[in-house]
């Protein structure tokens, strides 16, 4: 495996997880990373990304002010923080690696995808 997603979990609308993703060396470093996510019955969307050392960020529209990306390269872990969440923030997110040195990613320039962990907020 390359990329191992893990966090996700069952909360209230208003609560907060913390996604982890691991990578290998190959998938890690000095790669720009990101999130993806996919509700039921749609398709999979970008929700974040980072640069080689978290100190860019990119954010969906969606997800601005609530959720937080960040990386730490000695543990080759990449994490998002989800905050204040909502009912549709629900679905499978996939963390990624681009092959494509940009902060703008998209689902063509991704080679690597950990394997989604699903995350169900209630109302």
């Known amino acids: 495996v390359q990329l191992q997603a893990s966090g996700g979990g069952l909360v209230q609308a208003g609560g907060s997880l913390r996604l982890s993703c691991a990578g290998s060396?190959?998938?890690?470093?000095?790669?720009?990373m990101g999130w993806f996510r996919q509700a039921p019955g749609k398709g999979r969307e970008f929700v974040a990304s980072?640069?080689?050392?978290?100190?860019?960020?990119r954010y969906a529209d969606s997800v601005k002010g609530r959720f937080a990306i960040s990386r730490d390269n000695a543990k080759n872990t990449l994490y998002l923080q989800l905050n204040s969440l909502k009912p549709e923030d629900t679905g499978v997110y996939y963390c990624?690696?681009?092959?494509?040195?940009?902060?703008?990613?998209?689902?063509?320039?991704?080679?690597?995808w950990g394997q989604g962990t699903q995350v169900t907020v209630s109302s």
């Open positions: 980072t640069g080689f050392n978290g100190g860019s960020a």
């Open positions: 060396g190959r998938t890690f470093i000095n790669r720009f």
């Open positions: 990624a690696a681009s092959k494509v040195y940009t902060i703008d990613l998209s689902m063509a320039s991704i080679d690597y």
